[in-house]
């Protein structure tokens, strides 16, 4: 039995030598591909951050009053003067 297994470890180490041997002739093995279409490309160079917009731009025009006048009906005062008056405090 001993015999049998050192003929079997002769024979994976002349399998191991030859293999070596074809990777040799073949040009050692694996090998990173190294035309220009498998090559990453190179680094574009990022667009520049957007403008601020200008403090008039951000909160809009100015608007010039209505030429009618604000809207102020004449019994506003009235419909305050109904409600009864709340002495409790909420919560």
Known sequence: MEVEAE????GLR???VERR??????GGGWVTPRRAECRIPAAIRCPPP?????PA???GKKKAPPKNGYFNPPDLEALFAM???REEACA
Do not use: F
């Not at 003929?7 to 002769?10: E, T, V």
């Not at 041997?21 to 073949?26: H, Q, T």
């Open 7 to 10: 003929i079997a470890m002769l």
């Open 14 to 16: 002349k399998m191991a």
């Open 21 to 26: 041997e074809e990777e040799k002739e073949m």
């Open 50 to 54: 957007p403008r601020k917009k200008s």
């Open 57 to 59: 731009a951000a909160y």
């Open 83 to 85: 409600a009864p008056r």
